[in-house]
């Protein structure tokens, strides 16, 4: 993950990724209903303290810097769904799909094809074809989609 905003940051933003694999690759970070947790908040009071003596202003002045307070809307935890995903770690298409596939104005296309798709007697030109392919659509989207495609080298599909 740190590899992948480094590049971003030095180079520039990824519009791309194309994945040569010999198997399929899972592309969405699925959670049990179990791996979910239970936020409890415990809520904290304010005690006030009345010094004797003191100004009558500066009570004014609290309560009215307790009533803007009280207009503004605090942040609740409760609000969200929170996961527990500690340990449990995710592959490019994964992080390639959280931060590419909710982005406004561009869209994202996630394409996954066997190498027998392109047509080629082997292995070594069928990877050829597939990242021409692939050079041509983000030359000719790049600017409007965000493309991640697999191919998968395997004879048993």
Known sequence: MDEFFAIERSIGEVVGVISLQNEKEVTTFDL?????????????????????????????????????????????PKDYRWSITNGRSKNLPILFRNTKGGVVGKTSSFEEKNWKS??????????????????????????????????IFNDLD
């Open 118 to 151: 392109y047509g080629a007697n082997s292995h070594g030109d069928a990877a050829v074809k597939a990242l021409d392919e692939f050079c041509q659509k983000v030359n000719d989207e790049g600017q409007s989609i965000y493309l991640y495609q697999q191919v």
């Open 32 to 76: 049990a209903n179990d791996c979910y947790e239970e936020i409890v908040i415990e809520e904290v009071k304010k005690v006030v303290v009345k010094v004797e003596g003191g100004d009558e202003d500066e009570g004014e002045q609290e309560a009215a810097a307790e009533e803007e307070e009280s207009k503004i809307p605090k942040w609740n």
